[in-house]
C-alpha cells in the first residue's frame, strides 16, 4: 500500500504542475510580453517534464501517443490507467 500511496502523490504532483502551467500558458496568450510570467512557465513546465520522467521510470507511461517511450514489451497496457488507480477506495 505505500507504493500505492506514494503513486497518488506522483499524480496528485503532476495534476499540480500541470494545472500551474496550463493557466500561465493561457495568461501568456494574452501577455505574451510578460517576462516574468513566461519565466515562472518554463520553471513550471520543466518542474512538469522532471516529475512525469521520475513517475513513468518507477511507474511506466503516463501518456500515450509518442509523448513517452517504452520499453518491451508494450508497457502502456500493464498498469493501471492514471484515472483508475485508487478508484477501488472511492467506491
Known amino acids: 500500500?505505500?507504493?500505492?500511496?506514494?503513486?497518488?502523490?506522483?499524480?496528485?504532483?503532476?495534476?499540480?504542475?500541470?494545472?500551474?502551467?496550463?493557466?500561465?500558458?493561457?495568461?501568456l496568450d494574452t501577455h505574451p510580453c510578460d517576462r516574468r510570467a513566461l519565466a515562472e512557465y518554463n520553471c513550471f513546465t520543466q518542474a512538469y517534464q522532471a516529475a512525469k520522467m521520475r513517475y513513468e521510470r518507477m511507474y511506466g507511461p503516463i501518456t500515450n501517443f509518442?509523448?513517452?517511450p517504452s520499453q518491451y514489451p508494450w508497457q502502456w497496457?500493464?498498469?493501471?490507467?492514471?484515472?483508475?488507480?485508487?478508484?477501488?477506495?472511492d467506491c
Open 77 to 89: 497496457i500493464e498498469t493501471p490507467w492514471p484515472w483508475q488507480i485508487g478508484s477501488e477506495e
Open 1 to 27: 500500500m505505500r507504493e500505492d500511496r506514494e503513486r497518488m502523490e506522483m499524480l496528485k504532483e503532476l495534476q499540480e504542475l500541470s494545472f500551474v502551467a496550463l493557466e500561465f500558458n493561457l495568461y
Open 66 to 68: 509518442g509523448y513517452a
